[in-house]
């Protein structure tokens, strides 16, 4: 007799994932957006192919602060296949978040399995919703729609891959126990190098050692009895493979911009702030930005980290005192701390407080809380202890439930659609996003439209006056507009933060040199090569050239550059352009070098 089609086992996850990537499908007729796509991805050409040269620098890179060779591997394949258009990128992502919604049945099917007794429909049911509730919640939008988040995904496979070999192998006899767990310590290595922060893998299974798979006990203080010391050498693998990436992640971040280490107040405020934002924003999915940008100040006695820690108190109060009657609550919980850890840390890097992509995985615990409530309504329902009307009103309920969240899922795929669209939701959400302000102001100055960036820049130093680097696209701004005095105000204000950053002194000098303060530009040429390396400056001069060949600063700067580098020849070469390009020639560079 053939197995009932919802009984096979490859059914459930099959239909999650299918469904899941019709959700999604509006994601790959999206672009590249600029909040890193455009820097790791389309102006930079390291990872294009499968060379020797590209694939040492796949493997040793940590561009932006992350060690994730797995992820730029995958990048390098989409590129071989689709070249430089963001339509196989998104594809890619979509794929991987389908494939990880089915692999979220399958691990849910095997937890369900040990926490209630259920029938094979009940049973079905319940992985299925877990996988829906998962994978189609808004949260999960900007880790699926964001080229760069790629890592998540990636990540997020393996670590889902490490799960459920570890789950196949304390089912196994001994005799296949071995291979499995050596599988599920290769794949969490994978997921590792895809990114980083799946480090608490091995505290997750200890949870689940705890429950559902009861290997410990309730009583932490039995958890070193002698009997039991053989499931901590089962977890040393994972927690060696743990401690090195920790360890690389904070080499990685030695030479990253923007990394403080905050005051204990500061800090206790984001940890309070932060674990009722995620808890909250996965039961109210609305309002959701691709920034919650970092204030100014952070601290414990501030309104919203007051709401998180009295949210949090109440969570956790509820959680363990249910901890017998529903000791799933106190998991989820549980697993939520653990896989937000890394987010959490005294020491912040970035732009923002908090991001939706860090719930990827962290929201998995609620969803299966979710999935466990349909498959004990189904169990309920098929035992008769639940009546036709009241079984009806459950299943509509769910279904209500899926359907709004694919609304709002639908509707915050169309935010990432590109960066223009991106930028003005963000400030919609919130009109004082200083970052959100500069963001789009270079989106729109790099359209044409300097009067229209121009607002956005100012409304940045106005809200935030401290951001320096800000006031680069803003003098760049000025010039366009024709307001060049302001626009040498605000370059000096960089340079008086950043003397070495030298697309500002060009832009100075270029600026200098429209407004006649010729010698004034010919001293910031001269600084500019004291201030760095004269052949970085004439690295970068020559692309300039190759870009505006008639560029009378970067002639003139590079003739600074070559004496400097003691290259007369070269010099008197660049010296000769400049002549003939303009008048100015000697004022701008000097006498001709002999």
């Known amino acids: 007799m053939r197995r009932p089609f919802l009984s096979r086992a490859w059914t459930v996850p099959l239909l999650a994932s299918l469904v899941t990537a019709a959700v999604y499908m509006p994601v790959i007729r999206g672009g590249f957006v600029d909040w890193d796509d455009v820097t790791l991805l389309v102006r930079n050409a390291a990872y294009r192919g499968f060379g020797a040269r590209e694939l040492w620098w796949m493997l040793t890179s940590d561009r932006l602060g992350h060690y994730a060779p797995v992820t730029w591997l995958s990048f390098a394949l989409d590129y071989v296949v689709w070249g430089l258009t963001p339509f196989g990128f998104h594809l890619t992502n979509l794929l991987l978040h389908a494939a990880n919604a089915g692999l979220v049945a399958l691990v849910a099917r095997r937890l369900l399995t040990r926490t209630l007794a259920l029938p094979a429909p009940a049973l079905a049911v319940g992985a299925g919703a877990t996988a829906l509730l998962f994978a189609l919640h808004p949260l999960r939008v900007e880790t699926v729609a964001w080229i760069t988040e790629r890592r998540g995904l990636l990540s997020a496979f393996f670590f889902l891959m490490s799960v459920l070999a570890y789950l196949d192998a304390v089912a196994a006899s001994r005799r296949g126990r071995l291979a499995l767990l050596t599988a599920s310590v290769v794949t969490f290595v994978l997921a590792l190098g895809a990114k980083a922060s799946v480090l608490t893998l091995p505290a997750v299974l200890l949870l689940l050692d705890v429950y559902p798979l009861r290997r410990l006990p309730l009583e932490p203080r039995r958890w070193l009895d002698r009997d039991l010391r053989h499931l901590w050498v089962e977890k040393a693998p ?3 493979c743990a401690v090195a990436s920790a360890v690389g992640v904070r080499f990685g971040l030695i030479g990253v911009t923007d990394v403080v280490l905050l005051p204990i107040p500061a800090w206790l405020g984001k940890v309070a702030e932060g674990l009722w934002f995620y808890t909250y924003r996965t039961a109210v999915p609305v309002g959701l930005s691709p920034l919650y940008e970092l204030p100014p100040e952070l601290s414990l006695t501030a309104p919203r980290a007051l709401v998180g820690v009295a949210g949090v108190a109440v969570l956790s109060t509820v959680a363990w005192a249910s901890r017998r009657a529903c000791p799933g609550l106190l998991a989820a919980w549980l697993y939520q701390l653990i896989m937000l850890a890394p987010f959490m840390g005294i020491t912040h890097a970035g732009y923002q407080l908090f991001a939706d992509r860090y ?4 929201g998995l615990g609620w969803a299966l809380l979710g999935g466990a409530l349909a498959a004990t309504l189904v169990r309920a329902w098929s035992a008769g202890r639940l009546g036709p009307r009241a079984a009806g009103l459950g299943a509509a309920v769910g279904l209500a439930v899926l359907m709004v969240l694919v609304a709002l899922t639908t509707r915050q795929i169309a935010v990432w ?20 302000h500069s963001q789009l102001g270079s989106y729109l100055l790099a359209r044409g439209a300097p009067q229209a960036a121009l607002a956005h820049f100012e409304r940045t130093v106005v809200l935030r006056p401290d951001r320096v680097r800000v006031r680069i696209p803003m003098a760049e701004a000025l010039v366009e507009v024709g307001r060049l005095d302001e626009a040498v105000t605000e370059l000096g204000r960089v340079l008086d933060r950043y003397p070495a950053y030298l697309p500002s002194r060009i832009l100075l000098a270029e600026t200098l040199v429209r407004l006649g303060r010729v ?12 201030a760095g390396s004269p052949e970085e400056v004439a690295t970068y001069l020559r692309e300039r050239l190759a870009r505006e060949p008639g560029s009378t600063v970067a002639h003139a ?20 352009a400049l002549a ?9 560079a000097g006498p001709r070098p002999r």
């Open 557 to 576: 700067g590079l003739v600074y550059a070559y004496l400097a580098l003691e290259r007369p020849d070269l010099a008197r070469a660049e010296h000769d």
């Open 519 to 530: 010698e004034e530009a010919a001293a910031e040429l001269r600084g500019a090569v004291g």
């Open 238 to 240: 994972y927690a060696l």
């Open 359 to 362: 719930s990827y995985l962290a």
């Open 580 to 588: 003939r390009v303009s008048p100015l020639a000697e004022r701008l």
């Open 417 to 436: 659609r590109d960066t223009g669209t991106l930028w003005r939701h963000a400030i919609a959400i919130e009109p004082d996003c200083s970052v959100c």
